[in-house]
């Protein structure tokens, strides 16, 4: 029997390290999957670095961060694992699996030696023993270190918001699941602030009530859990940009890809014919866009990255990207394919931000609905005529962040990357077969390699 440990992260670039390296010790651990929600320090390089496999969630929320984690791993047997956490006891794992590996219970809530949180006992308890007596029983009903079977994990359902831990400790016990507390010794992890004590009872309160078919109150159906729109650029912006005042902005497909996404997709999926439809019924970008994220409906965050990972990056683009950004650039991508295979890409190769169309996904499943950041929208600051383009996300970042488009790098290899080429400081054609391209780049790159960008990058 296999067991996979989740670790659901954002900005713990001080403890994931340790945690990582924590369960992998336990030889019962086949894989270590850490689900980033788009963090700004350097958690992903250190969870890579430790040893886990990184993906990077497709929507904000440890919900969602759970579910994706379920659906990319293996095992037979789930840990979860907070990822803040420093002083985990060493057995911690095998605390959790042993009863599952024993066949004594389904699934595991952990309970710890510290006080329990003012939600807890302000609230969650008290609701918990007017409605669920049974789950009242437990010391610690929110607590989201837990392990499981598979089997019964994929049952559940993942709320997006502070009211997950209790959802699934409510759907376990309603689904007849043997449930049983176990101690992990003493743990510290962080508080939540004052601040978001509200937002988190409503949270909770609701996924309690929704299970109990009591319909919310007006109170908790219109306090919404604010999640906070980051800009894509904020880590950019916060760190990277300190101290950098030149940027380098790449394509994704066909450019830092050995291939295209949607066309592997397709081959992978079977909608090659369907693809090919759409582009010869039409090459206006907004509808080609919308028609194309529909071919996606009904495929889960696990089938798609999987495709992603089938793709070869560009061999040496990582130690460019390390050296260009040595040399005080900012690095990024800006592509008209998805955001989640950007950011796929992006902490492969240490690229700083991400600016891409954004698949929406319901429950971790491609709804084939997609949304296109404003950015790339015709403005008054716009260099071209077209409605939709990269010279306008060029131009963008160019004033959002006072980096002169004379300093601004730009590196593409077809049609939809002539203009943003054209108008950067220095245009660069990467392997291009495209001629109106080729004729407005300031530099031709003929191999598949981003060394010669080095010449120019002073």
């Known amino acids: 029997m296999k067991v996979s440990v989740i670790i659901p992260v954002l900005n713990e670039e001080k403890t994931i390290a340790s945690v990582v390296s924590l369960a992998k010790k336990n030889p019962a651990v086949k894989e270590v999957i850490v689900v980033d929600d788009r963090s700004t320090d350097d958690t992903v390089a250190n969870a890579k670095q430790a040893g886990a496999t990184v993906i990077v969630s497709t929507k904000r929320g ?71 007596p049974e789950a009242s029983l437990f010391a610690q009903p929110l607590s989201g270190i837990i392990a499981g079977k598979r089997s019964f994990f994929e049952k559940v ?46 949270d909770v ?80 970008p907004f509808l080609t866009t919308k028609l194309v994220a ?35 650039y900012v690095v990024g991508i800006v592509t008209d394919s998805y955001e989640f295979v950007a950011n796929q890409v992006a902490h492969k190769i240490g690229a700083d931000f991400v600016i891409a169309n954004e698949l929406e996904f319901s429950k971790g499943v491609a709804t084939g609905e997609v949304k296109i950041p404003s950015y790339y929208t015709k403005n008054s600051k716009s260099v071209c005529r077209h409605n939709l383009c990269k010279s306008n996300v060029l131009v963008h970042l160019s004033n959002q962040y006072s980096i002169p488009l004379k300093s601004v790098m730009a590196v593409g290899d077809g049609e939809n990357d002539v203009c943003m080429v054209e108008h950067a400081g220095l245009g660069v054609a990467f392997c291009s077969n495209n001629n109106k391209l080729n004729s407005v780049a300031d530099v031709i790159i003929r191999k598949k390699s981003f060394k010669p960008l080095l010449e120019y990058a002073r």
């Open 62 to 132: 440890k919900g969602i961060s759970m579910l994706e984690g379920l659906m990319v791993s293996k095992g037979d047997f789930l840990v979860f694992l907070d990822g803040d956490i420093a002083n985990y006891e060493p057995d911690v794992v095998e605390r959790l699996i042993r009863p599952l590996l024993d066949d004594e219970a389904d699934f595991i809530k952990s309970t710890f030696e510290r006080q329990a949180g003012r939600v807890t006992e302000l609230m969650a308890k008290p609701l918990l023993n007017l409605l669920l």
């Open 157 to 202: 359902e993942f709320e997006n918001d502070y009211g997950v831990d209790i959802g699934l400790l409510i759907d376990m016990i309603q689904l007849g699941a043997r449930v049983k507390e176990v101690s992990i010794g003493r743990i510290d992890n962080k508080m939540k602030d004052w601040q978001h004590l509200s937002p988190m009872s409503a």
């Open 205 to 284: 309160a609701r996924a309690i009530l929704k299970r109990t078919k009591i319909r919310p109150s007006y109170l908790f159906e219109t306090f919404e859990y604010s999640q906070v729109a980051l800009d894509p650029l904020e880590h950019a912006v916060k760190e990277n940009l300190r101290g950098r005042t030149k940027m380098v902005i790449f394509d994704l497909d066909n450019t830092l890809l050995m291939g295209r996404f949607i066309e592997k997709a397709a081959i992978e999926y079977n909608f090659s014919k369907e693809l090919r439809g759409i582009r010869s019924q039409t090459n206006e």
């Open 294 to 328: 529909r071919l996606l409906k009904g495929l889960n965050v696990s089938q798609l990255l999987a495709v992603v990972e089938k793709i070869s990056v560009i061999p040496g683009t990582g130690d460019v990207i390390k050296e260009l950004k040595g040399r005080g």
